[in-house]
């Protein structure tokens, strides 16, 4: 539900990016010849071609910070709309305009950022690409994968001076039983989202939700964020429906008429309610949903009215100047893994132009003290939790076009700040970090 | 809301007008930027009634008169102009070279150049205000903002949102000279009349760097509390010290508040109730008032100085945000 809120800007292909393409992407799913051949060049590598990359220091006080990014490529379905197809850039291209953010500040402050980029081919081994960049001197990586690997990555890195920083995974265990003290997570887990929604629901009076569930376990965790947050914050789940169907073709010849048919009869006779709340991060149904339910009413969730980190029609407390940088560098509008990328690699500038260093010590500390505060579009500062390493961060409340609302929502308070008031706070931690 | 005050405005316009014509004295005119109005609110200051409301170029923010008091310049942000407004004729009658996007601009004392913020090039862009030609661009940090120009017209500021400094610009080189870390967002600069210090507010860490201007070192970093305000609601971005150095004003944001702080302890005075979401702030020459723009409900607050009062709340367009008062 993170991933794709949002049609994209046709994009052209860009100079010197040749491992961009989607018969490249195929062919890193049909074989693990790139292993065996060696990776890609690295988007660092690529980027200095572009005139608009800092100059390399030329002079030995100058401090390189080298950042890194480990993307795991998963096997997706195809999405519903081809409007939200995720960009072969998603994610790594936020994290590259933060970090020409960083060397522009660099400038004043004598550091210089690298990025080196390492895709590990679906069902391929993530821990070498790891090392190498261990090896090559990354302290900072970011993380885009999901959970199981990003835990086998923290184990990896236990004891060195290595911090992660999970920028898509929105499971909980990863902020609970599963937490590890050299992870911090820009991405909101699904306890933030839900409690983000469901406070925005029961602001608008619309507190009887009936919930249509798909049956991955993704949408299992979703759906107990969504119980959670309708007993916080007083909505009440009056029917929990399931879509048995499993992902078929994502295209017929039939077309729409079947679905015009299907998706009615699945919604029709549920008690009183007020909002459809869908479960399905797959999206095996959930968009089919709105305008086609029995009664009329309105969807979120999955699908409809999401809650997001970012939308690329956020425009409040300056977004307008990221929104405009991100589109003429990338080409296409700017998504919420780009945001939680942008926000991993923005902290490290902030905090090495903080502390006056790129020193593992002192920024790893500098990250978690009080003293650290990003300005990140949302109003506020974003912070990181002490108990848990997950960004604080207002949620935005969205449809497909514009954003609807931002949570916490009006009157939902909370003894120390109402953002806290998202996602899982530290009396209900389970984390004992490791 | 807009329309009926637009509309009272028109009528009053004409009848007011003749008053200040009578009663020249003590009556200042103050000019008030309605962001989503897209217009400008001609207030008097003697009478604090709504003068006229001129249209201008979309989502007008920042403004600064002229030395001269004749022309106006707006920083019509979605038109990616500086557009210069003819005060006597209420007409636009050139727009400046300022590059897109631009928030806020500053002028050298001398009269010219003008000095404007380009948000999207990370730029301060010059531009000599009779030929209207940009006479020097110097790069700064992300996402520049502030202006501030000293008194002696040396320097001039620029405060970049998210490189988080205020970079000291020489106005003879155009060289950068000296880069100072302020807290996060910084929004707005401003030099006391004296020069020796530059304050600067910012937005997201909710303080005022008090820098000294010749040291180039923070003298203090301001927090503000006001009870039962959440902190993350307090998000200064105006600010303005009276001419003796004893008394700045700081608006708060959302936080609702004017913040008076006292220019010789650096320590917060007072809080001053005014409309939502103030942005910002400006003295009539005699320092006898200060007129603050409050952008959510859609009003100026007026500040009787010497008391530290709110006297009035007047209605302007909708979204008021920058304010900029004649000095006759």
Known sequence: MQSQPCRQLPKPRRRGRTIRTLSQLVAATLSLLLVVLGPPPSLAEIGEQDETAPPSPSSGDIATIPIGYLKQEVKKLIPLSRLDVEPEDLGIAGAEIALKDNNTTGKFTKQRFSFEVERVPIGGDPIPALVKLIDSGHHFILVDAPAEILLRLSDAAKGKDVLLFNVRAMDENLRQEDCRANVLHTAPDRAMLADALAQYLVWKRWPRWLVAKGVFPEDKDYLEALRRAAKRFGGTIVEEREYKETPGARRSDTGQLLVQRQMPAFTQGAPSYDVLVVADEHEVFGPYLPYRTWDPRPVAGTAGLKALSWHPAHEQWGATQMQNRFQRFAKRFMLPLDYQAWVAVRTLGESTSRVGSGDFAKVNAFIRSDEFGLAAFKGQKVTFRRWDGQLRQPIIIADAELPVSVSPQEGFLHQHTEVDTLGIDQPESKCKFQ | ?328
């Open chain 2, 1 to 328: 809301m807009a329309v009926s005050a637009e509309r009272a405005a028109m009528a009053i316009a004409v009848v007011a007008g003749l008053l200040v014509a009578a009663d020249p004295a003590g009556a200042y005119t103050v000019y008030v930027s309605n962001e989503k109005g897209n217009s400008i609110t001609v207030l008097d200051s003697a009478t604090l009634e709504v003068l006229q409301t001129i249209p201008v170029g979309q989502r007008p923010r920042g403004i600064k008169l002229t030395k001269d008091g004749k022309q106006l310049l707006i920083c019509a942000s979605d038109d990616d102009a500086v557009q210069v407004l003819d005060v006597a004729s209420g007409q636009i009658v050139a727009d400046l070279p300022s590059g897109p996007d631009p928030e806020q601009l500053n002028i050298h004392p001398s009269g010219s150049p003008v000095y404007i913020a380009n948000e999207d090039d990370n730029l301060l862009t010059a531009i000599d205000l009779d030929g209207r030609k940009v006479v020097a661009e110097v790069e700064v940090g992300v996402e520049p903002e502030g202006v501030g120009v000293s008194p002696d017209g040396k320097t001039v500021v620029v405060t970049s949102e998210t490189t988080n400094m205020a970079h000291f610009i020489d106005t003879e080189t155009n060289e950068i000279s000296d880069n100072v870390l302020v807290g996060q967002r910084p929004r707005y600069a401003e030099f006391t009349a004296d020069g020796s210090q530059l304050w600067v507010t910012s937005e997201v860490a909710g303080v005022v760097t008090v820098i000294d201007a010749k040291t180039r070192k923070v003298i203090k970093t301001i927090g503000f509390d006001v009870p039962g305000v959440l902190p993350e609601n307090i998000q200064p971005v105006g600010v303005r010290v009276t001419k003796d150095g004893s008394k700045a004003f700081v608006a708060l944001g959302p936080a609702n508040r004017v913040a008076v702080v006292d220019g010789k302890t650096l320590e917060v005075e007072k809080y001053l109730l005014v409309g939502q979401r103030v942005w910002q702030l400006a003295f009539t020459p005699d320092e006898a008032l200060l007129f603050v723009t409050n952008g959510n409900s859609n009003d100026v607050s007026v500040i009787d100085v010497p008391s530290l009062k709110v006297v009035k709340s007047i209605p302007v367009g909708t979204a008021p945000w920058g304010v900029a008062i004649s000095q006759q």
